[in-house]
């Protein structure tokens, strides 16, 4: 092996995908995805934002019980945010974990009541977000793609969990 390919090898190191989707979609699919899930990774850490203000400001000892259901809302954010991530990376995108955290926690002081519109309008964005998935789902069915198709699934999936666990947990605008 010559010094060229050795450096190839260092500076890009093989990356093993738990889907294997970075290997069976286009560069073109890829980053039209990396770029859907990047969009839904600012969605889902706007929210997390916002359970994070929600949640020191119920600090008070008599709201222990809105005090532990913002604890599971945030650590199940933080679940579909790292697998977010991950998938990105999978990609072959890039993301930055410590700094999209960071950057997040940088909002202004709101009331109680600005936190939980703010999570209403992130739960819009995850809904409408949900059927591009299901497409790219159908998309990789149509084509056979068993890796992407895993991926997708596992997309709409913990989409789909994470959505639930906001709508059964926390009051939300009824369709009118």
């Given at each position: 092996m010559n010094a060229l390919q050795k450096l190839y090898?260092?500076?890009h190191p093989l990356r093993l995908s738990r889907y294997g989707a970075h290997t069976s979609l286009s560069t073109a699919e890829r980053i039209e995805i990396i770029?859907?899930?990047?969009?839904?990774?600012?969605?889902?850490?706007?929210?997390?934002?916002?359970?994070?203000?929600?949640?020191?400001?119920?600090?008070?000892?008599?709201f222990l019980p809105v005090q532990q259901l913002f604890h599971r809302l945030v650590r199940a954010n933080t679940d579909y945010a790292d697998f977010l991530i991950s998938g990105i990376t999978d990609l072959g995108g890039y993301a930055d974990t410590a700094a999209l955290y960071f950057l997040n926690d940088a909002c202004g002081p709101q009331c109680f009541?600005?936190?939980?519109?703010?999570?209403?309008?992130?739960?819009?964005?995850?809904?409408a977000v949900d059927a591009l998935l299901r497409d790219y789902r159908a998309s990789a069915?149509?084509?056979?793609?068993?890796a992407s198709k895993r991926f997708f699934e596992e997309c709409v999936r913990r989409n789909a969990r994470f959505l639930s666990m906001i709508e059964n947990n926390l009051p939300h605008d009824q369709p009118g």
């Open positions: 090898f260092v500076s770029d859907a899930l990047t969009q839904i990774l600012g969605t889902t850490l706007g929210m997390l934002a916002q359970l994070r203000l929600g949640q020191k400001k119920v600090r008070n000892g008599s009541a600005d936190c939980l519109t703010g999570i209403g309008q992130g739960m819009r964005r995850l809904r069915t149509a084509n056979k793609d068993n």
